[in-house]
């Protein structure tokens, strides 16, 4: 299993700028994701995060708003940036640990963009 | 491809009555299945997970689905719901073999009325 930390949990920003979330597991892991999820939502994913290379994102999602990094097997960052209100979401972090096809996930970062 | 269908954004029912959640999928090999629960202002949790073997499986807090391949299905039930049951569940749905991504629902809200 692993238990997955992120930070900040909640923020309010102005639009414009950017924030970068933190996500810390408490073990190493195969692989790391990055979900938004807006209120009422199913959870849309923005890209893996590799290990030591870029990010892999999904249709929709560039690197320009959102980079990603990933430098060891237990932590990731995600960027938002130049923040509209329409980025205001719940950001997820997940894990997936050896072979399971498991997933393991952060308590998310509640952002709001004003 | 794979796709998931969770019948009913919201189903509620009575402190003591059977809850019954249904999910549908479609997938060109053999599925892994998993049902998840997200708690307000919480990530998501698993709840159980059907991989190979046993097509009934239990899951924590009272849960369990069934895999049915003829149908398609991976209903979620418990047979007496309890008020701290009320969240958000998502069913989601990998292919054995292949990518760790899974596609998920677009969740249902159980409502737990006393």
């Known amino acids: 299993s692993a238990v997955i930390s992120q930070k900040p949990s909640r923020d309010i920003c102005q639009r414009g700028t950017s924030l970068t979330i933190q996500c810390q597991v408490d073990s190493q892991v195969t692989m790391m994701f990055w979900y938004r999820q807006q209120p009422g939502q199913s959870l849309t994913l923005i890209a893996t995060?590799?290990?030591?290379?870029?990010?892999?994102?999904e249709s929709g999602f560039v690197i320009d708003k959102f980079p990603i990094s990933r430098p060891n097997l237990t932590f990731s960052t995600l960027t938002v940036s130049n923040m509209s209100p329409e980025d205001s979401s719940i950001y997820l972090c997940?894990?997936?640990?050896?072979?399971?096809?498991?997933?393991?996930f952060g308590p998310g970062t509640r952002l709001t963009v004003t | 491809a794979q796709s998931v269908t969770q019948l009913g954004s919201h189903v509620s029912v009575s402190e003591g009555a059977l809850v019954l959640l249904r999910c549908n999928y479609s997938?060109?090999?053999?599925?892994?299945l998993f049902w998840y629960v997200q708690y307000p202002n919480q990530g998501l949790q698993l709840l159980l997970k059907?991989?190979?073997?046993?097509?009934l499986v239990k899951g924590i807090n009272g849960f369990e689905a069934e895999f049915k391949k003829s149908e398609t299905s991976f209903h979620l039930t418990k047979p007496s719901a309890h008020m701290s049951d009320a969240a958000e569940y998502f069913c989601a749905v990998s292919e054995s073999g292949g990518s760790y991504i899974p596609t998920f629902g677009r969740g249902t809200s159980l409502i737990v009325h006393p």
């Open positions: 997938s060109s090999v053999p599925p892994y």
């Open positions: 059907y991989t190979t073997g046993a097509t």
């Open positions: 997940s894990a997936v640990t050896g072979n399971s096809y498991e997933q393991y």
């Open positions: 995060a590799n290990q030591g290379s870029e990010a892999t994102y």
